[in-house]
């Protein structure tokens, strides 16, 4: 690999990546105070949103079965739809929460000591994993695959982790919507 070359130079994306890290989840919790009027609520997105959110979660797991089987293509076929599919849910959860009030956790003793634990890992995790999963995406996509490899490391259980608890925080809230 020749990393002089400037096409194959992954870090040409990191002020992109410092940018978007920062400004998706200022803009997400910005968006939380706005609300569109005169717009029916979007209450049929949540089941939607989490569905998003455990597929995302299978992708993300036979992707990482499709690269230990050298599986290269599918793998990047796989990570790519995983992205998009991130894409959409956040897309989604903004519409969400632009039209509809945020819904309150109605349990009580030890199961909301649970549900708050999750919620908060999930929301600090779900800004954490942004940058990593965009820097793991510039490595493969600069063919830098050494480095993609280290960082995938991290960004697979991270990104892993707020998949499935997105799922876990939606099956434990909707009873309450």
Request: glycine fraction near 2%.
């Amino acid at each position: 690999m020749n990393n002089q070359d400037p096409i194959l130079d992954d870090k040409k994306y990191n002020k992109l990546i410092v940018v978007l890290s920062i400004v998706i989840p200022i803009i997400v919790a910005a968006l939380f105070s706005v609300r569109i009027p005169n717009v029916e609520p979007l209450s049929f997105l949540p089941p939607i949103y989490a569905t998003i959110n455990g597929l995302t979660a299978v992708i993300l797991v036979i992707a990482f079965f499709a690269i230990k089987k050298k599986n290269r293509v599918l793998h990047e076929n796989l990570m790519t739809t995983a992205i998009w599919c991130s894409a959409l849910f956040l897309l989604m959860y903004m519409a969400y929460h632009m039209t509809s009030d945020s819904t309150k956790f109605g349990g009580e003793g030890v199961i909301k000591y649970v549900y708050y634990f999750v919620l908060l890992t999930h929301i600090v995790l779900s800004i954490a994993v942004v940058p990593f999963v965009l820097i793991t995406y510039a490595r493969a996509i600069t063919n830098n695959f050494e480095k993609h490899k280290k960082i995938a490391r991290i960004t697979f259980p991270l990104w892993l982790y707020v998949a499935v608890t997105g799922v876990i925080v939606y099956i434990m809230i909707s009873p309450y919507y």
